[in-house]
Nanobody
Framework: QVQLVESGGGSVQAGGSLRLSCAAS????????MGWFRQAPGKGREGVASMITGITGDGTTTYTDSVKGRFTISADNLKQMLYLDMTSLEPEDTAVYYC???????????????????WGQGTQVTVST
């Protein structure tokens, strides 16, 4: 059974940085695509960043517009880890952040934040002014 466990959330002031980590029960290359989602209070879950991590993929990354230039997704296959480096954080980034993975899929499915089958339990990120 696939397990994804997030860590690294916390409280930070606007302009600060955080690194989220996701420990996977399998090599990241075993998944076609992995990504980060978030859900703010009273809002639906949205895709933040995704990456084609599969061994046959090219590592293509995708970001939602609001985080481009501020967030970076990366993976360490041997450590079975997915990361999200977040800089210049804004209060609007406050949310529960989820790690997700897709066993199979397509480039479109990965970049459009669809076709994710496995989810972590989430980690809270709070950005204050």
């Amino acid at each position: 059974q696939v397990q994804l466990v997030e860590s690294g959330g916390g409280s930070v002031q606007a302009g600060g940085s955080l690194r989220l980590s996701c420990a996977a029960s399998e090599y990241t290359s075993a998944f076609y695509c992995m990504g980060w989602f978030r859900q703010a209070p009273g809002k639906g879950r949205e895709g933040v960043a995704s990456m084609i991590t599969g061994i046959t993929g090219d590592g293509t990354t995708t970001y939602t517009d609001s985080v481009k230039g501020r967030f970076t997704i990366s993976a360490d296959n041997l450590k079975q880890m997915l990361y999200l480096d977040m800089t210049s954080l804004e209060p609007e980034d406050t949310a529960v952040y989820y790690c997700a993975a897709a066993t199979g899929g397509s480039p479109y499915g990965c970049s459009s934040f669809r076709e994710f089958h496995h989810w972590g339990q989430g980690t809270q990120v709070t950005v204050s002014t």
